[in-house]
């Protein structure tokens, strides 16, 4: 009994100090109620189910957080999702096309067999995408910088950066300088 007055309370001071904030994700809009100090991670995967965005070490080491904030890369464990309000959040489920094709950078990890657990891949194609948008032939290094940062236990990067050449070199001709 005791316990339950004491979860009621609790619910209570949560419920009264959650602020409803908006937030605009793969091009949806959400009105949603968070606490001031949860994160765009949190809210992006507890709240709204966007469970692509995966979590690893919360506190912006590994890059699996990755998504795009108006187009750019940041590390979602790291933003508070009330600074998320005004921006347009990219997740790795907005990659997708609507009429359900996956975008490039999916394919090329899929065929290159860049992906093997798939933990790192979300931050991965996400960064890579930034890169694509900003870049159309990025050289090997480039590529590499770009995802330095991102920890794969699985494939030896070697596999993800032919991955986002491959990519890239679908949109255009690539630089081969190391
Ligand atoms: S979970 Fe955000 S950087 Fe690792
Ligand atoms: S594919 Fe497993 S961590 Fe990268």
């Known amino acids: 009994m005791q316990a339950e007055c004491f979860q009621a309370r609790r619910e209570e001071v949560f419920r009264v100090t959650k602020r409803l904030i908006e937030l605009s994700v793969n091009g949806d809009r959400y009105e949603v109620a968070v606490q001031s100090h949860w994160t765009l991670l949190e809210v992006l995967r507890g709240e709204l189910g966007l469970t692509g965005t995966k979590e690893a070490c919360d506190m912006g080491t590994c890059g699996a957080c990755t998504v795009l904030m108006d187009g750019k890369p940041v590390l979602s464990c790291l933003i508070l999702a009330v600074e998320a309000q005004g921006t347009q959040i990219t997740t790795i489920e907005g990659m997708r096309a609507e009429d359900g094709k996956l975008h490039a950078l999916q394919e ?52 993800i950066v032919e991955a986002v050449r491959s990519a890239a070199s679908a949109k255009g001709s690539m630089t081969n300088e190391r």
Do not use: W
């Not at 991965?124 to 890169?131: G, H, N, Q, R, Y």
């Open 108 to 159: 090329a990890f899929l065929n290159c067999g860049a992906v093997q657990c798939g933990f790192c891949t979300p931050g991965m194609i996400l960064a890579s995408k930034a890169l694509l948008d900003e870049n159309e032939s990025p050289s090997e290094r480039e590529i590499k910088k770009t995802l330095a940062g991102h920890f794969c236990r699985c494939t030896g990067y070697v596999k």
